[in-house]
T-cell receptor, first 114, second 111 residues
Framework: NAGVTQTPKFQVLKTGQSMTLQCAQD?????MYWYRQDPGMGLRLIYY???????DKGEVPNGYNVSRLNKREFSLRLESAAPSQTSVYFC?????????????FGQGTRLTVV | GQQLNQSPQSMFIQEGEDVSMNCTSS?????WLWYKQDPGEGPVLLIA?????ELTSNGRLTAQFGITRKDSFLNISASIPSDVGIYFC???????????FGTGTRLKVLA
């Protein structure tokens, strides 16, 4: 059971470089999410996709873009990386039910911007 | 940003003791989730709660969905060294697909 798979696991970028974080899930979930985790801050929502073809901003979307490529894949792009984007990024997926459901997480991508 | 108030922030306990932690918010949630995160890993789901007043157990873990739908607690009974980690609550905002996370409770168990 792969669940939610993120690539890469680690990345170091120079300020101003761009990169795309990849996420794929094999649970046939409709909804997918990108969070960042900073020390002492818990997880903060960057963007989410309630279903294929839709994306919405979360709490901290500035400096990021997303693409819901298909039902399985949801990518996060940093167009011009900044040191403030040094963080651990987690992708998650869940079934699309407003009435409530569980979210499952990937292993994370540890990004350092120097 | 919007985050849940989770307490305590950290706790040291002796092996065998019971542990309690809770999350509160001013917002109403239709789902409460409790996760555990080990160093270098993603959060792993422990317990999911869907109805106000619901009490659910998973082994030594018990969690409850508050009657007001604005809070939840997690109890761990007879703690063991492998319970060490960070515990997060998460709530799914009513009427949305968004999950909001608490700031975490760091648990350390002394053998």
């Amino acid at each position: 059971n792969a669940g939610v798979t993120q690539t890469p696991k680690f990345q170091v970028l120079k300020t101003g470089q761009s990169m795309t974080l990849q996420c794929a899930q094999d649970m046939n979930h409709n909804s997918m999410y990108w969070y960042r985790q900073d020390p002492g801050m818990g997880l903060r929502l960057i963007y989410y996709s309630a279903s294929e073809g839709t994306t919405d901003k979360g709490e901290v979307p500035n400096g990021y873009n997303v693409s819901r490529l298909n039902k399985r894949e949801f990518s996060l792009r940093l167009e011009s990386a900044a040191p403030s984007q040094t963080s651990v990024y987690f992708c998650a997926s869940s079934e699309r039910r407003v009435s409530g459901t569980e979210a499952f997480f990937g292993q994370g991508t540890r990004l350092t911007v120097v | 940003g919007q985050q849940l108030n989770q307490s305590p922030q950290s706790m040291f306990i002796q092996e065998g003791e019971d542990v309690s932690m809770n999350c509160t918010s001013s917002s109403i949630f239709n789902t409460w989730l409790w996760y555990k995160q080990d160093p270098g890993e993603g959060p792993v789901l422990l317990i999911a709660l869907y109805k106000a007043g619901e009490l659910t157990s998973n082994g030594r873990l018990t969690a409850q969905f508050g009657i007001t739908r604005k809070d939840s607690f997690l109890n761990i009974s007879a703690s063991i060294p492998s319970d060490v980690g960070i515990y997060f609550c998460a709530g799914q905002l009513s009427g949305t697909y968004k999950y909001i996370f608490g700031t975490g409770t760091r648990l350390k168990v002394l053998a």
